[in-house]
């Protein structure tokens, strides 16, 4: 632990690859997003379409997991979940949630928060489709979020629904879709050195326009 201590104690990384800009800036920040998006594919981020999603419970805590990003447009941010996971049941109760994207790649961080809305089961329904058969058998057999005993049991739980789809299409458990978040603010980041790094967030206004402001670091 002092070792580590240690290390920790010397972390000390200095920003300086990029800046970013008003002059340079897309007045769209989905256009911004995806310029961003396709600078982490060109630099081989691996993973760039990880996300933390953040979403808070009945009691008022957080909590935060990782979830991938799998498609994005002026509409908002997809993912796909099982409806009856402890994050659904947070969302259920509070569609405010926030997501974040960390690319250390290019020391930038895009915070995006909003309000969730569920995809619709046809647009869920696309989406299953296109996923390799184990990953659908998978959404069948796993009770995400719940307790269970032991590994075993969800290698039975994945034998027993192999067995009813053998032969079969697997199509989409209604207990499982896409949620899309639908951005109200979306914060860019870069790192820059002398911890004065650039911070522009887009807010969305009553009449759905996007107002762009600088932040302090
Ligand atoms: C790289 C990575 C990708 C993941 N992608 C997803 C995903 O797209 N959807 C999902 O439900 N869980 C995904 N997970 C698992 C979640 O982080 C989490 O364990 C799970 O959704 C249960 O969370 P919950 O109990 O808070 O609902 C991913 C985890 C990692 C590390």
Same mark, same amino acid.
């Given at each position: 632990?002092?070792?580590?201590?240690?290390?920790i104690?010397?972390?000390?990384?200095?920003?300086?690859?990029?800046?970013?800009?008003?002059?340079?800036?897309?007045?769209?920040?989905?256009?911004?997003?995806?310029?961003?998006?396709?600078?982490?594919?060109?630099?081989?981020?691996?993973?760039?379409?990880?996300?933390?999603?953040?979403?808070?419970?009945?009691k008022?805590?957080?909590?935060?997991?990782?979830?991938?990003?799998?498609?994005?447009?002026?509409?908002?941010?997809?993912?796909?979940?099982?409806?009856? &996971?402890?994050?659904?049941?947070? %969302?259920?109760?509070?569609?405010?949630?926030?997501? #974040? =994207?960390f690319?250390? !790649?290019? /020391?930038?961080?895009?915070?995006?928060?909003?309000?969730?809305i569920?995809?619709?089961?046809?647009?869920?329904?696309?989406?299953?489709?296109?996923?390799?058969?184990?990953?659908?058998?998978?959404?069948?057999? &796993?009770?995400?979020?719940?307790? %269970?005993?032991?590994?075993?049991?969800?290698?039975? #739980? =994945?034998?027993?629904? !192999?067995? /009813?789809?053998?032969?079969?299409?697997?199509?989409?458990?209604?207990?499982w879709?896409?949620?899309?978040?639908?951005?109200?603010?979306?914060?860019?980041?870069?790192?820059?050195?002398?911890?004065?790094?650039?911070?522009?967030?887009?807010?969305?206004?009553?009449?759905?326009?996007?107002?762009?402001?600088?932040?302090?670091?």
């Amino acid at each position: 632990m002092k070792d580590i201590q240690a290390h920790i104690n010397g972390l000390r990384h200095d920003f300086s690859k990029m800046s970013l800009d008003e002059d340079t800036l897309n007045a769209n920040p989905f256009k911004q997003f995806e310029i961003w998006f396709q600078a982490a594919i060109d630099s081989k981020v691996p993973e760039p379409n990880a996300m933390m999603l953040s979403t808070v419970n009945a009691k008022n805590c957080p909590s935060s997991r990782i979830v991938l990003l799998r498609n994005f447009s002026a509409k908002g941010f997809v993912f796909y979940s099982n409806y009856e &996971s402890q994050k659904a049941k947070d %969302i259920e109760l509070n569609n405010a949630v926030s997501i #974040l =994207f960390f690319w250390p !790649e290019l /020391e930038r961080q895009i915070r995006i928060e909003g309000k969730i809305i569920k995809q619709t089961a046809a647009e869920s329904d696309i989406y299953f489709n296109a996923r390799p058969r184990n990953s659908r058998l998978g959404a069948w057999a &796993s009770p995400q979020s719940e307790k %269970i005993s032991n590994r075993k049991i969800l290698d039975d #739980l =994945f034998q027993k629904v !192999e067995k /009813e789809f053998e032969g079969k299409e697997v199509t989409r458990p209604d207990w499982w879709g896409g949620y899309v978040l639908e951005p109200e603010r979306i914060e860019f980041w870069q790192g820059r050195p002398n911890r004065l790094h650039d911070r522009i967030c887009y807010s969305k206004t009553f009449n759905n326009n996007w107002e762009i402001a600088r932040l302090a670091p």
